[in-house]
């Protein structure tokens, strides 16, 4: 995964770099914002971490601009402009998500992944698990076509399912996974999602529990591991 970090607060840059990096990002650094148009002109990047308050072009005609020519990359604002209008601004002009300064390092790269995860693997595509159909564009569910009624978390959770299933997923990948959004996640509530899940879509369905690793969506015809 490459992205392309454009915060003119030197510090910050490095840090936020740094912690991308460890959690397998390769990163660019930009200084301004015109400096920044020309690199995602030339280079070939997954995520956007940009700042509003930059010299040369400021954020908002950034990213504008970059939409304007229909390149659809995630992008992450991280600004000090707190109010609510700044943060519709943001996000009707193109953004993906909006993180208020200050903020963790921990949580700039839990929202990164999110935007990395949902734009290489959604796409507006439907998802197939047997029976079972998920449509991302519409975020519903449904079971032999019809639309089962899931709450939001609910929906979230079945899509990352869906996505990775026959592969083992635990509680912190889940939790990872939903950390795009403002609400706390708990590993009860992950475990109180789950059940849900199951008496939505029925027990006799390839949810499984795995004791003390976590959950496996089996598709038809595919052997899981040994569950509860």
Do not use: W
């Not at 921990?106 to 796409?123: P, Y």
């Not at 569910?141 to 009624?149: A, F, S, Y």
């Amino acid at each position: 995964m490459k992205a392309l970090v454009v915060e003119d607060n030197l510090n910050l840059a490095r840090s936020i770099a740094a912690t991308l990096s460890e959690a397998a990002f390769s990163i660019d650094v930009a200084n301004d914002g015109r400096r920044a148009l020309h690199m995602l002109e030339q280079g070939d990047y997954d995520l956007l971490v940009l700042d509003l308050g930059l010299p040369e072009v400021d954020g908002i005609t950034l990213l504008r601009e970059l939409r304007h020519a229909q390149n659809t990359i995630p992008v992450l604002i991280i600004s000090a402009r707190d109010s609510l209008d700044q943060r519709i601004l943001g996000l009707e002009v193109g953004a993906d998500d909006y993180l208020c300064k200050p903020f963790s390092l921990e949580e700039v790269t839990a929202r990164a992944r999110a935007l990395v995860r949902r734009a290489k693997h959604f796409g507006g595509e439907t998802l197939q698990c047997g029976r079972l159909e998920f449509l991302p564009d519409a975020m519903e569910l449904r079971l032999d076509g019809n639309p089962l009624l899931l709450h939001r978390r609910e929906l979230e959770v079945m899509e990352y399912l869906m996505i990775n299933q026959n592969r083992l997923v635990n509680k912190d990948q889940i939790i990872d996974r939903l950390s795009n959004s403002d609400d706390s996640v708990s590993y009860a509530a992950v475990e109180t999602y789950i059940s849900r899940i199951r008496k939505k879509i029925g027990y006799d369905f390839g949810l499984k529990t795995v004791r003390g690793l976590g959950y496996y969506l089996e598709s038809k015809d595919t052997k899981g591991f040994s569950h509860e």
